[in-house]
């Protein structure tokens, strides 16, 4: 009798690890194979359709002006697809052209070449473009738009938060996806995620590709972050549905399987696929820490090398600062390199992050109560980034200061998804 109960007691825990797996496997490839198996992209063959369509226009009628925003949005559209840096570039040719020709006097294409800025990390041109479009008075709701996206990304969260009172409309898409952006910032994932589902519905109401896209791929995000994994991974399969090559989306699906699942295996499966299909210097980082997890120390070199390339054979201008900050501030050899690029992007974006760029190499060259000092300045209290908020733990305890670092741990290590196997690991050894 006694060893028949031992013999049930053992099938019933089998059958409770068993479904304590099943609980934790999120991701089924059954899902998505069908978006890696894809060969055609309806999206990226409109946009070039639509180039073609209005080159010709303007070919045609050199003093239509108005054809080269159409073309520029289509270059965008590109860039989103595809990843490639030069057509990002080329929009900004076509809308600087489309600005000079009309001597800054039209409000929609000053905002499309300060949106373009915004994208290449060129915050200080897009808030003088935001300020001029300001001051001419048109469409004073879409400027305002701008200038709340700017001042975000410049810290500016004062003038921020004026931009976003003069919108309030909670009927207004715009306004939702920035108050829910509001919202992540202050750290209230809960209400943040509140307002974007708002968004979501009035995409889903007007059946806009484009809005859908947005919302899904972004609760997606916010889900992930607040730990709901299941609903993440949801939603970016939703995102799939609606364009089936988005790729942001995808590499959402292969960061679960890796941070949640620690499945290496699929993750750098749907990660090479989605690389060809979107050329970013950011699959080789994911792919560079992926393999630092696995201790596989030549693919992490080799990685990092890839994307170092990548980065001399294109100009990314400033768009990969903080990478390459942290890249190099984690080497001993390079931490100095890491001060000087952390200096370049305080003078770009006085944000907390710019800021902990900083700290971080000097704690990384030795100089730990510099860090602290920076940190407790401009750092604390000012962001919930769990990134920066693991900065700060680690040179609380280089500072000896383990009372501040006890509650900052424990967050962390309720952040974990976010922050990934790697520095999960080492938040455990704080």
Known sequence: MKTFNLVILFFATLVMISCEKKIDQVTNPKDYNVFLEMKENKSL?????EIDFWQKKFDAAPNQITYLSQIASNYSKLFEITGNINDLYKTEELLLKSNETFKYA??????????????????????????????????MKETQKLLFDVNMELGNYTEAQKNLNSLTDMKDFDYLIRISKWNDHLGDLKTAISFMEKARDIAITNDSKGLKIWTFSNLGDLNGHAGNIKAS?????????????????????????????????????????????????????????IAEYEKNT??????????????????????????????????????????????????????????????????????SEKALEIEEKYVVGKSFEPKLNYHLATIYKANNLLAKLAPIKKELLASTFELGPVLEQKINNL
């Open 45 to 49: 063959d409109f946009a070039k359709s």
């Open 233 to 289: 991974y949801d939603y970016y399969l939703k995102t799939l549905a609606v364009e089936p090559n988005n790729s942001y989306a995808l590499k959402g699906i292969a960061w679960i399987a890796f941070s949640h699942e620690k499945n290496t295996t699929e993750a750098k499966r749907i990660i090479n696929v989605v690389s060809k299909k979107h050329n970013s210097p950011d699959f080789y980082l994911l792919k560079s820490q």
């Open 106 to 139: 039209y409000v929609g294409t000053i905002r499309s070449l300060g949106r373009n800025y915004i994208s290449q990390h060129r915050f200080k041109e897009a808030l003088l473009l935001a300020n001029k479009a300001l001051a001419i008075g048109e469409g």
């Open 298 to 367: 030549d693919s992490e070199k080799q990685n990092l090398a890839s994307y170092f390339k990548m980065l001399t054979d294109h100009n990314y201008g400033a768009m990969y600062n903080k990478y390459n900050t942290l890249i190099y501030a984690d080497d001993k050899t390079t931490a100095s390199k890491a001060l000087e690029i952390a200096k370049i992007e305080i003078d770009h974006r006085p944000t907390p992050d710019s800021y902990d760029l900083l700290a971080w190499s000097y704690y990384n060259l030795g100089d």
